[in-house]
């Protein structure tokens, strides 16, 4: 069954870095647009980051803007999110997704066809 497999979080300092990863299996990231969003505790998910084959720009949530950061590793067929400078607001659960996503400065909007079953992202002293 294609999925997507994430790895990386845990408890983190305020101002400290983490990554999560996101692996792919039966198809590369080339065949889709590809997104992370998350989800803290009693609020709805929301995505920080979206890329779209259609539509441009590439999508960064303002809260996470010059901290987060979205990288590929194709040989691994893995990609990677990598935070930054974060903060007691950053805590949640973290989901890649790839689907069709359409973006515009302000918003991303669209369908994941395969999404990553979570990481927990921990940030507190």
């Known amino acids: 069954q294609t999925q997507l497999v994430e790895s990386g979080g845990g408890l983190v300092q305020p101002g400290g870095s983490l990554n999560v990863s996101c692996a792919a299996s039966d198809f590369t990231w080339d065949e889709y647009a590809i997104a992370w969003f998350r989800q803290a505790p009693g609020k709805d998910r929301e995505s920080i980051f979206c890329t779209s084959k259609t539509t441009e720009p590439t999508y960064y949530a303002d809260s996470v803007k010059g901290r987060f950061a979205v990288s590929r590793d194709d040989t691994k067929n893995t990609m990677y999110l990598i935070m930054n400078d974060l903060r007691p607001e950053d805590t949640a659960v973290y989901y890649c997704?790839?689907?069709?996503?359409?973006?515009?400065?302000?918003?991303?909007?669209?369908?994941?066809?395969?999404w990553g079953q979570g990481t927990q992202v921990t940030v507190s002293s």
């Open positions: 997704a790839a689907g069709r996503f359409l973006t515009g400065n302000y918003y991303c909007a669209g369908q994941a066809n395969y």
